[in-house]
């Protein structure tokens, strides 16, 4: 199928975007990267009277590396972002996460925010930025804010994002030195949505934090205390607590065993030394 | 504030395998039809329309992107290349040649996809690892050939292209 028929602004700068996006209220929507609006587009699931393209506005395209955080703009397409050379030392979590997301044909112009605005619950980069903490930054016409990952996901593809407004950029906490990264994924087949992905971190003072995504109808944080002796029953309260449900690519007892099995292993990883 | 607004036909310009092109398309158009329908250029397939089949694979500034996800409007300015500008004059590329010699199409539906995606990871990698063949190829679908001649044409082309033994 094609697309219902739409105004398309190809915004040259924010002000420009912003106020597209304040006529259009409701039935505006931001096309970035298209590789997730576009089939809702082509399956008519989503028909908004206007589209503003916000990728060749150029201070969207900027990453920006400051001491303790990471900045990536609304612009920067996945690819990006992988090719980024300082990612491996500065986003273990994302580098380690990014070839998880859909195929290379996809990275090269699907973008880092248009996944967070997404908010598909089995997508890989809405599970790092609230595994580690990070904010997203929205604007619309006269007001900007920054909200917490946590915050902004409410759940399944809903979010904190209000009409008029557009994500500017997330920002993601650098790593910190003796803090330990890793994340796993099960999908059925590489590229595929995950069925459970596991972003663990583990602080230098023992304890940790296991994320889970694909399970609940957003990624949810397990905090762990540095004495693990009952890990296995946490992790096993923690799989319930998820509340899995059935469907076409896992049952529900299948995620749930996903998150006991790949949630310790994702904990090992993180914490060489210990454990 | 520039509005191509829905019920008119609006100009696009880019260039299609170095030649410049100029096509008139409404807002909602996709680039796989512009190619198709308005350029005449069908080289390139539609399967599935929502970026899972691969078929409709071209290059956009070198990197491999879905045309079926992408506006026409958003190729403006961009070096698209298809299938179509593979081969040099008749002759057929030597990733072409290696398909044809290991039977590694039928239906030919998914090849023009695989082409450009295997194009774009030897052109700055011509010793790329298997590996790293499998991983251009796993955003793809064959119905048909299954993967392990689409996999030995790969290397075949590989090897050629380095000018090493024509057999992997
Ligand atoms: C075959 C296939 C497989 C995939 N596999 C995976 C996978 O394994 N893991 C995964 O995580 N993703 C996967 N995806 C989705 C892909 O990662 C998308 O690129 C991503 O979800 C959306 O980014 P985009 O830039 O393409 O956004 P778009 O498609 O342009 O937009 C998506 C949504 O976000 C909104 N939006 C985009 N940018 C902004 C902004 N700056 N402000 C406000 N709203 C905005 C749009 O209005 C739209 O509602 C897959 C997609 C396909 C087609
Ligand atoms: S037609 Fe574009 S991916 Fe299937
Ligand atoms: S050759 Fe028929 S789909 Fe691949």
């Known amino acids: 199928m094609k697309p219902a028929p739409f105004d398309l602004v190809a915004a040259n700068d924010m002000s420009e975007a912003l106020e597209a996006l304040h006529q259009g209220g409701t039935e505006a929507r931001v096309i970035a990267g298209g590789q997730s609006l576009v089939p809702m587009l082509n399956m008519r699931l989503a028909s908004p009277t206007t589209l503003v393209d916000i990728t060749r506005i150029p201070e969207l395209s900027r990453i920006e590396a400051n001491t303790d955080r990471i900045n990536i703009g609304a612009a920067v397409r996945q690819s990006t972002l992988e090719r980024w050379p300082d990612l491996a030392d500065r986003l273990p979590l994302v580098h380690a996460a990014l070839p998880w997301v859909a195929h290379t044909q996809l990275r090269n112009r699907g973008t880092i925010c248009g996944s967070v605005a997404h908010a598909d619950p089995s997508a890989e980069l809405p599970l790092c930025l609230i595994a580690l903490g990070g904010t997203v930054t929205l604007r619309r016409r006269r007001k900007t804010r920054e909200v917490a990952a946590r915050d902004f996901f409410q759940g399944m593809m809903s979010t904190d994002l209000a009409p008029g407004e557009m994500i500017v950029s997330v920002s993601f906490p650098a790593r910190k030195s003796s803090t330990g990264y890793a994340f796993r994924e099960v999908a059925r087949r590489h590229g595929d949505f995950a069925i459970v992905a596991c972003a663990a971190t583990a602080r230098p003072d023992g304890t940790a934090t296991l994320t889970v995504g694909g399970v609940a109808d957003t990624p949810r944080t397990l905090e762990l205390p540095a004495d693990r002796a009952d890990l296995d029953d946490r992790l096993n309260e923690f799989a319930w607590h998820l509340q899995a449900r059935d469907d076409l690519h896992a049952t529900a007892r299948y995620r749930r065993d996903l998150v006991r099995k790949l949630g310790r292993e994702t904990l090992k990883e993180a914490l060489p030394c210990r454990d | ?168």
């Open chain 2, 1 to 168: 504030m520039p509005r191509l607004t829905k019920d008119e036909t609006h100009p696009v310009r880019f260039t299609l395998n170095g030649r410049p092109v100029s096509v008139r398309a409404y807002p909602r158009a996709l680039l796989t039809d512009a190619l198709r329908h308005e350029i005449g250029a069908t080289g390139t397939h539609v399967g599935c329309e929502h970026g899972v089949c691969g078929a409709c694979t071209v290059q956009v500034d070198g990197e491999p992107a879905r045309a079926c996800l992408m506006l026409a409007r958003q190729a403006e300015g961009c070096e698209i290349r298809t299938v179509e500008g593979l081969n040099n004059k008749d002759a057929l590329s030597p990733l072409q040649e290696a398909f044809r010699e290991h039977f590694a199409l039928q239906c030919g539906f998914c090849t023009a996809g695989i082409l450009m995606s295997l194009d774009a990871l030897f052109s700055p990698q011509p010793d790329a690892e298997e590996d790293a063949i499998r991983e251009a190829l796993s955003g793809h679908l064959c119905r048909c050939t299954g993967y392990a001649p689409i996999v030995q044409a790969a290397l075949a082309a590989r090897n050629r292209i380095k000018g090493g033994p024509i057999d992997a």
